[in-house]
């Protein structure tokens, strides 16, 4: 079959189901963003059959920085700032397993306070994606008030964010051997009192977004995603949980003081949209628990340790993952014995979400692709590192 | 940190347990690269990397592909692909990442693709295809993903891709 | 001014204005003191329409979009100076906030959206990646800075910006606008 010029504007895609006489049987093409309401910095090109989507292609890569290379330029404590820019919303997250790598590969030991302090941040963080992550999906659904909770709550947390590391939202607060500086003294006081109004203020989330007719009405039902699929396509995190498998790294394999903590895996059967932004609210639950439990158990001392100008790593390799807010994150570090890493890899959850996305979007409605692609926890940014 | 140490000497009675299985099914075709708690690599051929992945996701159930790798040697001449994948179905493999990696010529790296077995790299694939330019065939849509259309130079994450001014 | 134009001298007769050359210089001027006596009246109106009304597309190119939505967040709340309400439809915009980092992916679809929005129009650069490239200034896939590619009104430097930078900058942009001369 032969190609028009400028039918074809991605390579190696062309329009199917023409005639003989080049009419097409109805199949249309839609290039939805990368300046589009209902997707960030991220292109989706559907096709349609009327209202139906009959496949759709995502087109990643508006924000591809390169960090993968700029780590090979970079000794190991200069990567950290810009490995949290590819996740702001949850920049302890991300910074984590890189973290983990390479005092593994530098054999560096870290303070039990530390450890507790990294939870607590991490935690929290994990609140303030969900938060934004709601808010957004709120804006797609068209309910301005469920943007402007979040966005208010999120403050709070922020604060305590701040008060912490000094930065609102870009903290580079984890470094190999600890954390960057200790707690202020009346931190625990201040992240108990917010943590405390935080849960107390979930309850009534529940009454105006998830019992919402309306929020239901676009979410319920819509690109339901079978256990199956989900495994075999590795979707991680919510996405994973809310089709009912009971997978969280923190329970399967603990990092830092995550065994001495209470807390439940939440699972959801449905497997629809509206259990993948069920499950973050549950899990926001849980997270407010971890942090109230490790500020109870937090040891005194020291936060960091000393580590020499330049560390060096043994050469090998370490592969680490941690639960972040969107799910299983994980980073691949080799090492030849230089101060630079020989190569760095970023295994990031919304990345592996692209493929789960395709899928769902095959079938469904044009009208419910946004209340599909959010659901997704998506994050253009992360995804295209 | 002793208690630490002593948990994962225990726990690698299990990582022995699946080098084990491995090695009784395929013999020499497949190397025991290292065996580290919760971590194993194996290192295999292209020709039989798709009878091991299929082996690893139907036997032991390692069914849930988390990254593809590639990393670029210059001096041995070679590329390595390396997969890891996880478990979700089997409690006892489930802390566990097992990767396998396969060895590329570096001036004609072709392996065949996963995607049949595990639908999930499909992009992870295409990714190393860009960034390496290692052509995985039979792969279902193997073109560009993430860097512009009209990118011209040779794959970046190749050493001998250096940014501009920091040459070495 | 008038009465100057009209008789530039008293000796003159007025058969010299009634002359159809002469008529013609008369119409010109007066029209040109017409545009001086509304110009400033008028210009004050349009750009105080236009300085409250500041509708900006809604494209977000990297991470400061977050810091974006926080702005209009309850906290800092940037409509109540008239601003900022992203919006989906560039043929009603008048505002492009470029939010972080612009990818050699993305440069031509910024400048394609650019183009499509209607005069008169203005451009933020917010975050250090968007004025020169900020971290990533190594980076083989990032422009350094936006402003090769459109012409840009206020640059908002951080990374990211805080919503109080941002929102000064906004304030900024209105002051740029109150001074700017109506034609």
Same mark, same amino acid.
């Given at each position: 079959m032969g190609v028009e010029m @400028? =039918?074809? =504007?991605?390579?190696g895609f062309e329009l199917e189901g023409r005639d003989e006489d080049g009419m097409d049987r109805g199949i249309l093409t839609l290039s939805v963003g990368?300046? &589009?309401?209902?997707?960030?910095?991220f292109r989706l090109i559907v096709k349609v059959d009327g209202d139906m989507i009959v496949e759709a292609l995502p087109d990643p890569g !508006?924000? &591809?920085?390169g960090e993968e290379k700029m780590c090979e330029y970079r000794n190991y404590i200069q990567n950290i700032p810009h490995l949290e820019r590819p996740m702001i919303a949850d920049s302890c997250g991300i910074l984590y397993p890189y973290v983990l790598a390479v005092e593994e590969i530098c054999n560096i030991a870290v303070p039990e306070r530390a450890k507790y302090i990294r939870v607590i941040m991490a935690e929290i963080n994990r609140c303030i994606f969900e938060l934004y992550w709601l808010g957004i999906y709120g804006i797609f659904l068209g309910h301005s008030t469920m943007f402007m909770w979040p966005m208010a709550d999120r403050e709070l947390l922020i604060d305590l964010a701040e008060m912490a590391s000094?930065?609102? %939202? /870009? #903290?580079?607060? $984890? *470094?190999?051997?600890? %954390?960057?500086n200790d707690l202020p003294d009346a931190f625990p006081e201040k992240a108990k009192r917010h943590l405390l109004y935080f849960k107390n203020r979930l309850k009534e989330y529940k009454d105006i977004f998830y019992d919402n007719p309306l929020f239901q009405a676009r /979410? %319920? @039902? *819509?690109g339901i995603l079978s256990k199956e699929d989900a495994i075999n396509l590795g979707a991680t995190g919510p996405v994973l949980r809310a089709s009912g498998?009971? #997978?969280?790294i923190r329970k399967v394999e603990p990092y830092d003081v995550y065994d001495e903590l209470d807390f439940e895996v939440i699972t959801m059967k449905e497997g629809d949209s509206f259990a993948r932004a069920y499950v973050p609210w549950l899990e926001m639950y849980e997270s407010v628990e971890i942090a109230l439990q490790a500020l109870e158990k937090m040891p005194s001392g020291p936060v960091r340790t000393k580590l020499g100008p330049n560390p060096k790593g043994a050469v090998g390799e370490a592969f680490k993952r941690v639960e972040a807010a969107r799910g299983e994150l994980a980073y691949y570090l080799v090492s030849?014995?230089?101060?630079?890493? !020989?190569r760095v890899k970023l295994s990031v959850p919304s990345f592996r979400e692209i493929p789960v996305m395709a899928h769902l979007l095959k079938g469904a409605k044009l009208a419910d692709m946004p209340s599909i692609y959010w659901s997704m926890n998506y994050w253009p940014v992360e995804a295209d590192r | 940190m002793s208690q630490q140490g002593q948990a994962d000497t225990d726990q690698l009675i299990v990582e022995k347990e699946v080098v084990d299985k491995v090695t009784a099914r395929f013999g020499e075709k497949v190397k025991v690269a290292y065996v580290k708690p919760r971590r194993i690599r194996f290192n295999v051929s292209k020709d039989h990397i798709i009878d091991l992945a299929r082996f690893v996701r139907d036997e032991? @159930?390692?069914d849930h592909p988390i990254s593809v790798a590639g990393v670029d040697y210059p001096k041995n001449k070679m590329i390595d692909v390396v997969y890891h994948v996880g478990s979700c179905t089997n409690e006892r493999y489930r802390s566990f990442v097992l990767a396998f990696a396969v060895q590329l010529d570096r001036d004609d790296p072709v392996m065949p693709t996963l995607t049949p077995v595990y639908r999930g790299v499909e992009y992870h694939e295409r990714e190393t295809f860009e960034m390496l330019g290692v052509i995985f065939e039979g792969h279902p849509r193997l073109e560009r993903l993430?860097?512009?259309?009209?990118?011209?130079?040779?794959?970046?994450?190749?050493?001998?891709?250096?940014?501009k001014g920091r040459e070495e | 001014m008038l009465r100057e134009l009209l008789?530039?001298?008293?000796?003159?007769?007025v058969a010299d204005v009634e002359r159809p050359a002469n008529f013609n210089v008369l119409v010109g001027k007066l029209s040109e003191v017409l545009v001086r006596a509304v110009d400033k009246p008028l210009g004050y109106a349009i750009n105080w329409g236009r300085l409250w009304s500041l509708w900006p597309v809604h494209?977000? /190119?990297?991470?400061c979009s977050l810091e974006f939505g926080a702005a209009s967040?309850?906290? !800092?709340?940037?409509?109540? $100076?008239?601003?900022?309400?992203? $919006?989906?439809?560039? =043929?009603?915009?008048d505002l492009m906030v470029i939010q972080g980092t612009v990818t050699r992916k993305m440069a031509p679809r910024v400048r394609m959206i650019y183009d499509q929005m209607p005069e008169p129009k203005y451009v933020i650069a917010m975050g250090a990646c968007a004025i020169t490239?900020?971290? !990533? $200034?190594?980076?083989?896939? %990032?422009?350094? @800075?936006?402003d090769g590619v459109i012409p840009v009104d206020v640059y908002v430097p951080g990374c990211p910006p805080r919503p109080e930078t941002l929102i000064q900058g906004c304030i900024l942009l209105q002051e740029k606008i109150k001074r700017t001369r109506f034609r």
């Open positions: @400028g =039918r074809e =504007r991605i390579p990368p300046q &589009h309401p209902g997707s960030g910095h !508006y924000v &591809h920085r000094g930065a609102r %939202v /870009t #903290h580079a607060y $984890f *470094v190999p051997g600890g %954390v960057r /979410t %319920v @039902g *819509v498998v009971e #997978h969280d030849d014995g230089n101060p630079k890493p !020989y | 032991l @159930g390692f993430l860097l512009p259309e009209d990118w011209a130079d040779i794959p970046p994450l190749r050493k001998d891709f250096h940014i | 008789s530039p001298k008293r000796e003159s007769k494209l977000e /190119t990297a991470c967040g309850p906290r !800092y709340d940037v409509e109540r $100076f008239g601003i900022i309400e992203a $919006f989906g439809s560039l =043929r009603q915009c490239g900020g971290l !990533y $200034f190594d980076s083989y896939n %990032v422009l350094p @800075g936006i």
